[in-house]
């Protein structure tokens, strides 16, 4: 079993930028693709983003395309978004998770069910 961790998450106006950090544990975190998600208050979590086991394919939600960038260094075990141009609407805690199937990068990976490991949240708070 997997664990992971969120970093990176704090206050910050809006057009700034933060970049999160997930880090996992586990010898096998380069076979599977990694999702970030997000939750706002009342509201279900939603995808973000995902990156192939690989990193050459990612795919991103409409809201944050072009703003957010999801990367990863297999080496460290880290997946990465960087979040430029951030707005009040991005406010929420950030999740990472790892995708079910190893070497799976179908259409399940934006859906929440796709994922079995979840990290235990950072708080992104964007004033305007």
């Known amino acids: 079993q997997v664990q992971l961790v969120e970093s990176g998450g704090g206050l910050v106006q809006a057009g700034g930028s933060l970049r999160l950090s997930c880090a996992a544990s586990g010898s096998t975190f380069s076979n599977y693709a990694m999702g970030w998600f997000r939750q706002a208050p009342g509201k279900e979590r939603e995808f973000v983003a995902v990156?192939?086991?690989?990193?050459?394919?990612?795919n991103y939600t409409d809201s944050v395309n072009g703003r957010f960038t999801i990367s990863r260094d297999n080496a460290k075990n880290t997946v990465y978004l960087q979040m430029n141009s951030l707005k009040p609407e991005d406010t929420a805690v950030y999740y990472c998770a790892k995708v079910r199937t190893p070497f799976d990068f179908s259409r399940i990976s934006v859906r929440l069910d796709g994922y079995d490991s979840w990290g235990q949240g950072t708080q992104v708070t964007v004033s305007s």
């Open positions: 990156i192939s086991w690989s990193g050459r394919r990612t």
